[in-house]
């Protein structure tokens, strides 16, 4: 297909590649640095409020981009209070924006609609859809780029994940600052920076999402074997993030940003 808007420019996978390679050596607070000058107020912040996402809402405050740098939270209507009562303290401690998101159905109506939908495999899909996908692509035109809290050391699709990497449903960049934090250095910083914690953590989680589908952890279980336990852990992640999809992109794949911004993104060198 073939770009007619000369105000937009399109970025392949393989236009990162090199770029990946050099923001390898950068720390994660110049990582977010980095962002923030190329992507200025286009750029927010993805937490769920867990232990890595709340140590990035830190790092920003840290950085004072308060005043630039939004946070977004997926209110699936179903989470704990503990990870609510995080997002205010966030805010007030912190001094940052937080921009929640909504399904478009309470979930006492989805359930009135379609039934319980996460008590099956297919029905939990559907339900991440509902609840977590389709409320994310609210953000659609308002920003060029996204921080995230994934990290290599938490395994599975995570283990090989870039700096950047494309979102072509939501047609922007994910930034993934924390990537080399294994879990002793989160916890070493933690601890360093008294971030604000859930307090979920502390009660068995190592990971939390909605209460439906969320359990405590015993000793020596893998970290996520409280996500859908009920499903017998069929389902590994709710696919909010393109690089935790089976498919990750082939240079068909592509994102469309304006071009002054793909310039301040490619030109890059250290
Ligand atoms: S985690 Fe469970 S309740 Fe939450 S959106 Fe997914 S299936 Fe629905």
């Known amino acids: 297909m073939t770009n007619h808007d000369p105000s937009v420019a399109r970025i392949t996978p393989d236009d990162l590649t090199q770029l990946n390679a050099t923001l390898e050596r950068l720390p994660s607070l110049e990582l977010i640095k980095w962002s923030h000058s190329r992507f200025g107020k286009r750029l ?31 209110d699936t209507g179903v989470n704990y209070w503990e990870t609510l009562d995080t997002i205010e303290r966030v805010k007030k401690e912190y001094g940052l924006k937080v921009l929640s998101l909504h ?56 283990a090989e994940i870039p700096v950047l990497a494309l979102d072509t ?22 601890e360093e920076k008294d ?9 068995g989680y190592p990971t939390v999402s909605c209460n439906r589908c969320t359990t405590p952890v015993l000793p020596g279980e893998p970290e996520r074997a409280g996500r859908w336990r009920h499903l017998e ?38």
């Open 169 to 190: 449903e939501l047609n922007l960049i994910r930034i993934h600052p924390l990537l080399n934090m294994n879990n002793d250095d989160l916890e070493k910083y933690i």
């Open 103 to 158: 399904p478009e159905f309470t979930m006492a109506e989805q359930i009135l609609r379609e039934g319980i939908l996460y008590l099956d495999p297919e029905g939990q899909k559907k339900c991440c859809n509902l609840r977590k996908k389709a409320p994310l692509k609210q953000i659609m035109g308002r920003y060029d780029a996204l921080l995230s809290s994934l990290r290599r050391g938490s395994g599975g699709n995570r």
């Open 233 to 270: 852990n069929a389902a590994v992640y709710c696919n909010i993030n393109p690089t935790d999809r089976a498919r990750v992109g082939d240079n068909s794949d592509f994102v469309e940003l304006g071009v002054d911004v793909v310039g301040r993104i490619l030109d890059f060198q250290i």
């Open 44 to 74: 927010g912040v993805l937490s769920a409020m867990q232990k890595a996402g709340c140590a990035l809402c830190q790092m920003v405050a840290e950085l004072g981009l308060q005043d630039d740098i939004e946070i977004v939270f997926v």
């Open 195 to 203: 971030v604000i914690i859930n307090p979920l953590h502390a009660q």
